[in-house]
């Protein structure tokens, strides 16, 4: 005869069962927002919650946990008479081109640019031993809100070395990438560029400026762009809204 259950083991085997749910909801939320940020979903509006179950073959409870996520991340929202509506879109930005941001979402509308800040300045060390310059050196330090339609997408903050970036004063920073413009200044197209991405908690400076809550995690590229003969020209820290911006890339394995 089997033993009887250990009533202490019972709410080890609850709280196993509770798990599995917000499992299984992270996992379906996770292929909703795919379905959702891809243009899968017609006019907007979610199928119903027991249409999404079938499909995925879920749980009903399943189904509402995964939307309730999904809400918490302001991608959807709940509508009486209508049903479960798509209420953020997300802006692809590329990683496997070396782009601007205007020639990266040039389809989705006019990226304008708010000057913040643009002068030279005396370099801190990560940043002259980054630049390839003597520690102390001037650079030309550029920091501007980047838009989409309006809408605060990104935070720029740039560094050039002086001879390169004193060049930028004169120019268009309002509405032209420095991509273009180093491009038109050096005569020939940039060369590559190394990149780290990573999220970090928007400072209060930052999520004000974004419009975004504080604290609020953003996503922070940090490119250094070089010229064809390697030369670093251009040392960037970008806070993207998370919310806002997803990257993407094709990536190749190579045995």
Same mark, same amino acid.
């Given at each position: 005869m089997p033993a009887e259950p250990v009533p202490a083991a019972r709410p080890v085997a609850a709280a196993r069962r509770r798990r599995l749910r917000a499992d299984r909801a992270r996992q379906l939320a996770d292929l909703l927002r795919h379905q959702i940020l891809a243009g899968g979903v017609p006019g907007g509006v979610l199928p119903l919650e027991d249409v999404i179950a079938a499909d995925y073959r879920a749980s009903r409870n399943t189904v509402r946990q995964a939307l309730d996520l999904l809400r918490g991340e302001r991608i959807v929202e709940r509508q009486p008479g209508v049903g479960t509506v798509v209420v953020c879109e997300k802006y692809p930005h590329g990683l496997d081109r070396l782009q601007g941001l205007a020639e990266t979402l040039r389809e989705h509308g006019r990226v304008t640019n708010e000057v913040r800040t643009v002068g030279p300045v005396s370099a801190p060390g990560p940043v002259a031993h980054r630049l390839g310059l003597p520690e102390h050196a001037d650079v030309l330090c550029v920091e501007r809100l980047r838009r989409l339609d309006g809408l605060p997408l990104s935070l720029d903050l740039s560094y050039l070395p002086m001879d390169i970036g004193g060049e930028l004063l004169g120019c268009d920073l309002e509405n032209t990438d420095v991509f273009r413009l180093l491009e038109q200044l050096?005569?020939? #197209?940039?060369?590559?560029? !190394? $990149?780290?991405? !990573?999220?970090?908690?928007?400072?209060?400076?930052?999520?004000?400026?974004?419009?975004a809550p504080r604290g609020a995690a953003v996503l922070m590229l940090e490119r250094l762009t070089r010229? #064809?003969?390697?030369?670093?020209?251009?040392? !960037?820290? $970008?806070?993207?809204?998370?919310?806002? $911006?997803?990257?993407?890339?094709?990536?190749?394995?190579?045995?």
């Open positions: 050096t005569g020939g #197209p940039l060369g590559h560029a !190394e $990149i780290t991405l !990573e999220a970090v908690n928007a400072d209060a400076h930052s999520a004000a400026v974004l419009q010229l #064809p003969d390697g030369r670093p020209v251009d040392l !960037e820290f $970008i806070r993207f809204r998370g919310d806002r $911006i997803t990257m993407s890339g094709v990536l190749h394995r190579s045995l």
